[in-house]
């Protein structure tokens, strides 16, 4: 006979708020880009750099993923069990220096077929995040690393950008996202991470939504400062998110 004790509804509930994420954007309906969603507020042009600052922005990208190198160098000879998990912050690492080449590549022309470029590195971001903390939480004890969930995270991933460049619909890349901010503190809660994990990773999500809300006020925000826009900041914001969690890696891993 199956018994379920407290303890074990717990490991549910990521389970389920992941199904129901999914199911959530499948029965919305697709979702279509805004059609001035390349009519940044900041069109200059500076030292022969079209769209200067939303283009320079990028290197805050560049320096996080300097650093998480400058780590991963130090880094001593691992157990195995944590060889797959900093695998996924290396991929992390990889995918900050892609984004730092591609957004700056987009917002130098702004058009459906450079952005393309983008997001694919910021969705291999996501994938990347969600694959560390499984490995770290759930699967940290493990003899063989879920090498099933490892593919289809990545899969999904990329999936989910091809589909909005040959649908139009953004569901499944604004899916991935809702899986990083909802199911991660679950499963650390779950799972027993330490609370500078945990906190660590509330403050990304934060971050994360005060880059979104800069984004959404690019407009306003530059008319305000006349100097950076919504959109510039939101690089150096979610920049500050992605250097948090290699941080608090770099203090775990320590």
Known sequence: MLSFTPSSYKHLLAPLVLFSILLSFLL????????????FADQRKQWGIHNAFDVLSNLAYFFVALYGCF???KKKDSSVKWQM??????MLILSLFATAIASSY???QPDDARLFWDRLPIALAC??????IRLETKYCHADQPPYLEIGLTL??????VVWWKLTGDLRWYLALQAIVILCIPIWQTVYGCSKLQRYSLIGVIVLYGVAKLFESTDHFIFHQLNILSGHSLKHLISAAAAFL???????HSA
Do not use: E, V
């Open 155 to 160: 899969i999904g991933a990329i999936t989910s």
């Open 28 to 39: 919305f309906g697709p979702i279509a880009q805004l059609d001035h969603y390349h009519d």
């Open 245 to 251: 969690i290699l941080w608090q890696w770099q203090k």
């Open 71 to 73: 780590h991963f160098a």
């Open 85 to 90: 998990r900093d695998a996924a912050y290396a």
């Open 106 to 108: 987009y917002h130098w």
């Open 127 to 132: 994938a990347s995040l969600i694959l560390a």
